[in-house]
């Protein structure tokens, strides 16, 4: 356990399915972010928030769609997915938003059909 | 953000110890070097961090030499469970520049 826990570990969806992967930590940390990774590359950031607030959206498509209600909790939203967005979802926290000290939870292994 | 580039893939035996170097050429001033180490289905964890000079924890060492244009993770006496894939990163801890991201790694395959 890094103090990051994400939920669920596993979770396969079909196209047209809505579904929601949550990640939260009791860090104490003040910032957030969801990562991707498929196979064989390398991870690729997709959001960064700061105290609540998003300031960070890497060119994600809309069908990802993340909610931060309070710095300890981080949603990522799915709806209308494509099998392409098989992988590995990753959340990490850190005390702010200037890269140091990343913790990454286990992640979410998303497979979709 | 400086770029950087380190073998893609490299083997050992168990107790010898490993070194992976990782160059950056273009580091700037402001710029801190840190290495992650990732398992399969796992999220990176972070492993050492420095700027200049050495630094040992009790997992691992980092040798950066003065011109700070490459960096050395050196892992001593691996085991099977030291097989992963390692990151070097390096960046701007400062502000909101200091985003981690993360290149294609070193996969390490220790061997028994």
């Known amino acids: 356990e890094t103090g990051v826990t994400q939920t669920p570990r596993h979770l396969v969806m079909g196209m047209t399915n809505k579904k929601s992967l949550k990640c939260e930590q009791h860090?104490?940390?003040?910032?957030m972010y969801w990562y991707k990774q498929s196979a064989k590359k390398p991870l690729e950031l997709m959001f960064v928030y700061n105290f609540k607030e998003q300031t960070e959206n890497n060119s994600v498509p809309s069908r990802f769609s993340p909610e931060c209600p309070n710095s300890s909790h981080l949603f990522l939203h799915l709806h209308t997915l494509q099998p392409e967005d098989s992988a590995l979802y990753l959340c990490?926290?850190?005390?702010?938003?200037?890269?140091?000290?990343?913790?990454f939870g286990s992640g979410t292994r998303l497979t979709v059909v | 953000l400086a770029k950087t580039t380190q073998p893609i893939s490299m083997d050992s035996y168990e107790g010898q110890e490993v070194n992976i170097t990782c160059s950056h050429n273009?580091?700037?001033?402001?710029?801190?070097i840190t290495w992650y180490q990732q398992f399969p289905s796992q999220g990176p964890r972070f492993i050492i961090q420095?700027?200049?000079t050495k630094v040992t924890n009790e997992v691992a060492s980092l040798f950066i030499p003065a011109d700070r244009k490459s960096s050395t993770l050196s892992l001593p006496r691996v085991s099977l469970s030291d097989t992963a894939v390692y990151y070097c990163?390096?960046?701007?801890?400062?502000?909101?520049?200091?985003?981690?991201?993360f290149g294609q790694g070193t996969t390490l395959q220790v061997k028994p």
């Open positions: 990490a926290s850190s005390q702010d938003d200037a890269g140091y000290g990343y913790t």
């Open positions: 273009n580091i700037a001033t402001n710029d801190y």
């Open positions: 990163l390096v960046g701007d801890l400062t502000g909101n520049t200091g985003k981690l991201i």
């Open positions: 860090l104490g940390h003040n910032a």
């Open positions: 420095g700027y200049k």
